[in-house]
């Protein structure tokens, strides 16, 4: 049997595939299939004790079927936020 996936590790993927560079016409479709799967793995993802309340919020609203885009919007730029401000903390 498998572990389930983290919410941390389906946050990661969720980012990867709507970064993920789209050059041609099949990568918008690639880009949309890894963005399906994570979401598909969101269902069992367990939280950590460290992660931020946020996290959760984040894939909660993803997860919904008909979030709408400035929400969706919303969610991304807080996670590069988030993720931005670790790297900096990591290098100071």
């Known amino acids: 049997m498998t572990e389930p996936p983290s919410v941390r590790d389906v946050l990661n993927l ?4 709507v970064t993920y560079p789209c050059i041609g016409n099949t990568d918008w479709e690639d880009a949309a299939e890894m963005e399906a799967r994570a979401l598909a793995m969101a269902a069992q993802a ?5 992660d931020p309340p946020e996290f959760r919020i984040w894939l909660d609203t993803l997860r919904k079927p008909n979030v ?5 919007d919303l969610v991304f730029d807080a996670m590069h936020g988030y993720l931005s401000a670790l790297k900096r903390e990591r290098f100071m």
């Open 14 to 17: 969720l980012l990867e595939a």
């Open 46 to 50: 367990i939280g950590s004790p460290d």
């Open 68 to 72: 709408n885009n400035d929400d969706r």
